[in-house]
């Protein structure tokens, strides 16, 4: 009869357990060396907005794997009632609701390496409320910078507005043109109400800049239209006010003035794409005489070469000679990742300047992404703690498959003979024999 199985001995059991812990870290080390995708954080400012309300979303708080290539490069928002944007990156979106009723709106984020979230808020949008009253805006005042241009200088009007019903005003437009000494009309141009004002709130509005044509006595007139919501009363919505021309003239015996922009820093000084950016510029006067008004415009050379107007920002206190005072422009939104260049032109000084080449000044900006500044060195995104674990990970599967490799491959050392186990009892009957 056959022998039993053989057993199999510790050092065979300990090999097969090695191979196996062997197999288990590698499993692990590539578990803990596979990058993780970003995690979607979505908010917005208004959960229960009303019809036509805009409503703005909110996913910066998303957080990257890490600044590598685990950085998030993209947002996609939905809006839940079939509009959407593309994908951005920017993580700011905005977006108005056309009808009543709950919303899931989501945002899905995706990084460097194609890793995707999506994260969601719920939304109920409300019936519009019924109008409780109408704006009224009046232009009550206005003036010309400089107040009294020389031909072929450029000029400015500011405007005060008020609002003078019971209700706040969302948009308006405010169209000004000039009646020329010949009786010809020309559109200086149309500017737009900048912000809400409030019921008895005023705001200064400024023309487009224009150039001052023809001597003589001109006629400007300022209409306030495109009220809303929609105005009730507009017998007061127009204002015309005078400009004098003068004649171009030698500077005058007492001197000029010479302002010159002498610097400038944005707020902030690195501004995130999105963010609302405003200039702080310092304006000193070289001259000899003060400057009573002057122009300051704004533009900004984007990193692919186009060219933005900011604004417009006015001196309208006199600046005596030696003086300086510091200007802010109109706040803007930083547009386009990477190196721009603010460039800042003084003009229509009054006085007239006889020395204007010092009256520019170019400043450069830098946009960072949404969630900070360009990714280090660290192409491949994996964080110190990441590589210990893995690489640690690693090194236990390694030792692990040496010491099976040792032990189930290694010949067991010969040991004294032990005689072989003794034959079973033979409990057949006898065999038959013949008679």
């Known amino acids: 009869m056959g022998r039993s199985g053989a057993k199999v001995s510790l050092r065979q059991r300990v090999g097969l357990a090695s191979a196996v812990w062997a197999v288990a870290f590698s499993l692990l080390a590539v578990v803990a060396a596979t990058p993780k995708g970003p995690t979607a954080v979505l908010s917005v400012d208004d959960l229960t907005p009303?019809?036509?309300?805009?409503?703005?979303f909110d996913a910066s708080a998303s957080i990257p794997h890490d600044q590598g290539n685990g950085r998030i490069v993209s947002y996609e928002f939905d809006f839940g009632d079939g509009n959407h944007t593309r994908e951005q990156s920017s993580p700011f979106a905005r977006h108005a609701y056309s009808f009543?009723?709950?919303?899931?709106?989501?945002?899905?984020?995706?990084?460097?390496r194609g890793n995707e979230d999506i994260a969601s808020v719920r939304i109920d949008v409300q019936p519009e409320s019924p109008p409780t009253g109408a704006p009224d805006l009046t232009p009550t005042s206005a003036s010309t910078i400089p107040s009294r241009p020389i031909e072929g200088q450029i000029a400015i009007v500011s405007i005060v507005l008020v609002n003078l019903g019971n209700a706040t005003a969302e948009g308006a437009t405010i169209n000004v043109t000039d009646q020329r000494p010949n009786g010809t009309v020309v559109s200086i141009g149309t500017t737009s109400l900048p912000a809400s004002l409030a019921p008895e709130?005023?705001?200064?509005?400024?023309?487009q800049t224009f150039v001052a044509r023809e001597v003589g006595n001109h006629s400007l007139q300022i209409v306030v239209s495109n009220v809303t919501p929609a105005e009730?009363?507009?017998e007061d919505n127009a204002l015309t006010i005078g400009m004098t021309v003068l004649p171009v003239t030698g500077p005058p015996p007492g001197g000029v003035p010479d302002l010159a922009p002498e610097s400038a820093v944005t707020?902030?000084?690195?501004?995130?794409?999105g963010e609302s950016v405003s200039l702080s510029i310092r304006i000193v006067n070289r001259g000899t005489v003060a400057a009573d008004a002057a122009i300051i415009d704004i533009s900004d050379v984007r990193p692919n070469g186009t060219i933005v107007r900011i604004g417009t920002s006015v001196l309208s206190t006199p600046l005596e000679p030696g003086n300086s005072v510091v200007a802010d422009s109109p706040s803007f939104v930083a547009a386009?990742?990477?190196?721009?260049?603010?460039?800042?032109?003084?003009?229509?000084?009054?006085?007239?300047?006889?020395?204007?080449?010092?009256?520019?000044?170019?400043?450069?900006m830098t946009v960072l992404p949404a969630k900070g500044p360009p990714p280090p060195p660290n192409e491949g995104g994996f964080s110190l703690d990441t590589a210990l674990l893995a690489g640690g990970l690693a090194?236990?599967?390694?030792?692990?498959?040496?010491?099976?490799?040792?032990?189930?491959?290694?010949?067991?050392?010969?040991?004294p003979l032990e005689p072989p186990p003794p034959e079973p009892p033979d409990d057949s009957p006898p065999p038959i024999r013949p008679p």
């Open 50 to 56: 009303a019809v036509g309300q805009v409503v703005r």
């Open 100 to 112: 009543v009723g709950l919303k899931q709106a989501t945002v899905q984020v995706e990084d460097a």
């Open 201 to 207: 709130g005023s705001v200064v509005v400024y023309s």
């Open 232 to 234: 009730s009363d507009v």
């Open 267 to 273: 707020i902030p000084t690195e501004p995130i794409e």
């Open 336 to 364: 386009g990742v990477g190196d721009h260049q603010l460039k800042i032109d003084i003009r229509s000084v009054t006085p007239a300047e006889t020395d204007t080449e010092d009256n520019t000044l170019t400043i450069g």
């Open 395 to 415: 090194a236990a599967a390694v030792a692990a498959v040496l010491v099976a490799t040792w032990l189930l491959l290694t010949p067991r050392e010969s040991g």
